[in-house]
């Protein structure tokens, strides 16, 4: 088998060639091969595998541990994301994932940030629904010297509301209150991996920097933002039914363009969970 790895954007993606559903789980060197090529381009996307569930959580068992808390669907280690309720009973906290996120960043528990997300195109949207990815490894080495020193020195708040508020400007109480249950975590600015690599922890979830006045805040979380999320620094996908998209939650931040609520898109998930913390 000979796997090629065909760059897709100039800061991140690329396109897996070579490979079929089978050899997933009948070739040993897969697995390797997918978590190097991972490292180096951020984002894998593999165009009409037609992947299986009981196959990708198979697969996603050789790549790290499978998070298999309930996720509306059958198949354990499956997650279903659809807007449609009667799908997903938690769809309205999916509205979200149409700003810039990095997953896991307000967890329940103790958890880490997830280390990669899969993902299969069951139905698509007729409108919408193309999944954006940036790269935040990127954004750290696009940083001068006098901005690694700075922002190295930050600590910022994620919490849940901050992400909610994006998509509901005006909750009610009761959606307030539930919102901030969740506890809020503190993150360094700036992560520095085991493997040495350093990446910048943005997106929704980010709340308020440590320290800094209000605005002054927003307006630096902002602009590094923007920096990240330029148009020629991310890939965009755009589904078919049968992709199966693969990204680095670590050093990749994303988000779904919007589609309506009535929206046949249907994606089955399946999470790898992380092993290292941000720090
Ligand atoms: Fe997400």
Known sequence: MTITIEKLGQAVGAQV??????QLLTDDSVAETVMTALEDNG????????????????FCRTLGQVDISPGHHPVEGIYRVSLDTTK????????????????????????????????????????GGETEFASTYRAYDDLSPAERTYL?????????????RGVTTDP???????WRRRPTKEHPLIW???????????????????????EESRALLDDLLRRCTAPDRVY??????????????????????PYPAG?????LRTTVLGEEPIE
């Open 236 to 257: 965009r996908h755009t589904w078919s039914v049968g992709d199966t998209v693969i990204w680095d939650n670590r050093g990749v931040i994303h988000r779904a363009a």
């Open 17 to 22: 060639i070579g490979v079929t559903r089978d």
């Open 152 to 164: 190295g020195s930050l600590r910022v708040v994620h919490s849940l509301e901050a992400s909610q």
């Open 88 to 127: 997903n009973s938690s769809a309205s906290y999916l509205r979200a994932t149409f700003d810039w996120h990095i997953d896991g960043c307000t967890p329940e528990d103790d958890a880490y940030p997830q280390m990669a997300t899969v993902l299969t195109a069951k139905a698509v949207a007729t409108s």
């Open 172 to 178: 009610t109480p009761e959606q307030l209150a539930a």
């Open 263 to 267: 929206s046949p898109r249907e994606m």
């Open 43 to 58: 984002v894998l996307v593999f165009r009409d595998l037609h992947l299986d569930p009981e196959t990708q959580v198979a």
């Open 192 to 214: 520095t991996h085991k493997s040495g690599r350093r990446s910048l922890v943005l997106g929704a979830s980010t709340d308020y920097v440590v320290g800094l006045p209000a």
